[in-house]
């Protein structure tokens, strides 16, 4: 605690959480456990280890687990915290019938800042973790040189990994932060032929230096080779400015440049079974033109809807009805996962968008149909901003 004139003031505090399952859909519940943690009023969760296949300790006729460790900042106190902890077990299925046994997701507080925690229901350090690879070795990752119990991490990660079961897992829990902190507000859709010959590369280089937090390719008429060539020199300018690059419709192309994620419409191969190829720790995006279709999208699997067209467009070739304003707050209400706008959205109609409650803009032309893609991101970008 730091004295200022007297006065105590708590910054937010380090802590270390342990994450575990062996119920179910492991990894999908750990997704979602720490999508919840970092929903968390006063907790934002910094980075997250990889995931560990891990042999069952204590009672060991259950399921291997899944465990991973994730270090949080928080100004909750360790009270608030357990009992938010287990709020987000309860409320993801866990039921308590034996200790050590099986079960749908387990979160402790591993070390809440430096505080020694020994209360009948809390104790902090956790009493057992330095007995426990499935702990160490994900704490280790984060932060090898910690010391614990006047022990180093990464020399007890070391010790215990070599007497219990470990693995590490292949799938990339990156992945999982990256989905957990996708920023949609400004959401660029590239379209070559408003290029009319100029580079893509260049405007979408400029258009993320002037803000724009999400790229997705679309490719109408290309090859498969070219669109696999291009989505692959695009996923080196995204990773440059760490945003995240979508793939549109192309379930193939997306795996294969290993992409943040993939967007599909209506048309395109059904939402269940892009997610289950692509996994839970991939961003999928649907697109929706009505209530309905926005909660078929978010029952499914959908990370995120693209609703639209919020204004009448050429991009499309057959046009559609546009949704307004209104019909885009009617979908955002229908739903709790992020929806964007797209379809006709500009620098002046963009506050009116923004008032409907959406997450963000998706736009083609009013980036990449400017001679300064960099300067529209911008615009849009304060405009998206600005506070009315
Ligand atoms: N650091 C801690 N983090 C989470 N729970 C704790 C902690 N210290 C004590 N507890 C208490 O442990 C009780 C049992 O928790 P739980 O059923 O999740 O145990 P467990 O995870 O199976 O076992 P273990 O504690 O060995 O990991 C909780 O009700 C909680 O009050
Ligand atoms: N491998 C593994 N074994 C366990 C785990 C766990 O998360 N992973 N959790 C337990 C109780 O907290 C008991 N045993
Ligand atoms: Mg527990």
Redo the contacts with the bound molecule.
């Keep these: 605690m730091n004295t200022l004139l007297g006065v105590d003031t708590m910054g937010p505090v380090r802590c270390y959480i342990g994450l575990g399952a062996n119920i179910g859909d492991s990894r999908a519940t750990i997704a979602e456990a720490l999508k919840r943690l970092n929903e968390l009023p006063n907790l934002t969760v910094d980075t997250v280890a990889p995931l560990y296949r891990s042999a069952p300790i204590g009672y060991t006729e259950q399921n291997y687990f899944i465990n991973t460790v994730a270090e949080v900042s928080t100004t909750l106190t360790p009270r608030q915290l357990?009992t938010a902890?287990q709020q987000i077990e309860n409320d993801l299925g866990r039921v308590?019938v034996m200790?050590?046994g099986p079960r749908t997701v387990?979160l402790?507080?591993l070390l809440y800042g430096e505080q020694t925690i020994l209360e009948p229901?809390?104790?902090?350090p956790?009493p057992?973790m330095t007995q426990r690879a499935f702990v160490m070795v994900p704490l280790a990752d984060l932060n090898p040189g910690l010391v614990i119990d006047g022990q180093k991490a990464q020399l007890l990660a070391r010790r215990l990994a070599e007497e219990q079961e470990i693995y590490a897992e292949q799938r990339r829990y990156k992945d999982v932060v990256k989905k957990m902190n996708c920023n949609y507000s400004l959401y660029l859709v590239t379209d070559r032929a408003i290029l009319e010959g100029r580079d893509l590369y260049h405007a979408v280089e400029a258009a993320l230096q002037g803000g724009v937090t999400l790229v997705q390719l679309r490719e109408k008429h290309t090859s498969s080779r070219d669109f696999y060539q291009i989505a692959l020199g695009l996923k080196d300018l995204t990773c440059k400015y760490q945003v995240p690059l979508l793939i549109n419709d192309r379930l193939d192309i997306a795996l294969a440049v290993d992409a943040d994620g993939i967007h599909i419409g209506q048309e395109d191969l059904p939402l269940q079974v892009v997610r289950e190829m692509l996994g839970p720790q991939k961003i999928v995006g649907y697109s929706v033109a009505n209530i309905e279709e926005a909660v078929y999208g978010e029952r499914n699997g959908a990370d995120y809807l693209g609703a639209g067209p919020v204004y009448a467009t050429q991009t499309k070739s057959t046009p559609i009805e546009p949704l307004g304003v209104e019909g885009l707050r009617s979908i955002k209400e229908a739903v709790s996962i992020p929806v964007v706008g797209i379809g006709g959205i500009n620098v002046r109609n963009v506050s009116q968008v923004r008032r409907s409650g959406v997450d963000g803009i998706s736009v083609v032309s009013a980036i990449l149909g400017s001679f300064n893609p960099a300067n529209a991101s911008r615009e849009l970008y304060t405009a998206w901003h600005k506070k009315d």
């Design positions: 357990l902890l308590r200790r050590w387990d402790d507080i229901e809390l104790q902090v956790h057992r």
